[in-house]
């Protein structure tokens, strides 16, 4: 017979929803890792100006910015299953009106399903809080880690559908992989329904707690979103482009493929224990790692541009950003009250993502005007404000309190 204890745990509905989570988690960064290896290729085909390359993955990331305030919002009012379901279907329709777009060889309408999509990636953003909602406090960071580790699927699945739907509707390349990208939200739409996370109770949702204004001058506030900034920033900068500087490098596509699959588990292979490193070591050494990660990806980006430079480059910049985005998430939930959740949530997204689709626009045009190094020493300043935002966060909390009158 199973000892109490460990009916216990299979019965605790906070490992249940984290489960659940993590494969919808996988799902759509299978969704991210597969429009990461083709939407920029896709974009060169029908663009008419090679700039404009990445245009259609920017226009994804700013359909996350723009959705990411009304979705905590809505996830607040109608619960975390309503809202991650509405986000699944903006994916189905994301994916169908991209797969059309390149039938048709019809650019407008690729960004228009690219923005769709991301209003889906806003949703999902989302996965890593709703785990941390019923969990308790030593369990919040291993909740957050291991629904972020559902992406190691993501690592293995994204490229190969990349590869195995390239010409799934031959002649025409690349439709595939967004048609795959719909049957995807499809499948997540379906497990969401089995998703039990209660809403907050009426009491706590009548009341907003303190402004953002005062939360937001708290130093672990202010490094929290300075990490995820960085974090998602560097890695999204780098990551758009590796493709095209692969492909200008004359590597084949199956090897850039081969490069993004690599990342992704590069990304999210460690969530399996950075929770655990967190509550052993504590947040400032895990963030400092995480910094310390992307001036290593850098400094490979470097020394040259052979397939194995890109490869431990693009494996460091998934190990910093895991380090730095997950401490930086777990560290975010130590600054508001469960009354003051969903602002600060959306506050913390809409920030980060702002950062991500400046990266996502401005990624193919430094690209292409300052090529494929200083593209990446663009990326050092923002990485040692990082680390700067660490040092200067232990700084302040070992300062003695002073006594209560």
Known sequence: MLAPAMLHRLRDPSLRNVALLAFCQALSMTCLSLLITISALVG??????????TLPLSLQFLGVLVTTIPASLLMERWGRRAGFSLGAVLGIVGGLLCTLAVFTADF??????????????????????????TASNAFKSRAISLVLAGGVLAAVAGPELAKHTRELFAPVAFAGGYAAIAA???LSLAILQFIR??????????????PLAVIARQPRFIVAVLCGMVAYGTMNLVMV??????????HPFETAAFVIQLH??????PSFFTGSLIARFGLPPVL????LLLLACVAVALTGIEVLNFAAGLVLLG???NLLYVGGSTLLTETHRPEEKAKVQAANEFLVFGVVTVTAFSSGALHEGLGWEWLNLVTVPAILAALVAVLWLVRVERRPQPLAS
């Open 44 to 53: 060169s085909l029908l663009a008419v100006d090679p700039a404009l390359a």
């Open 184 to 186: 995807l939200c499809l």
């Open 288 to 291: 400092l790692a995480g910094a």
């Open 319 to 321: 190990l910093g950003w």
């Open 264 to 269: 992704v588990l590069g990304m999210y292979v």
């Open 241 to 250: 482009s590796t493709p095209l500087a692969m492909i200008a490098c004359d």
């Open 108 to 133: 407008l309408l690729l960004c228009f399903g690219s923005l769709l999509l991301g209003g889906f990636s806003a949703f999902s953003m989302y996965y890593r809080f709703a785990a941390a909602d």
């Open 197 to 210: 996370i209660p809403r907050p109770p009426a009491r706590v949702r009548g009341d907003s707690g303190r």
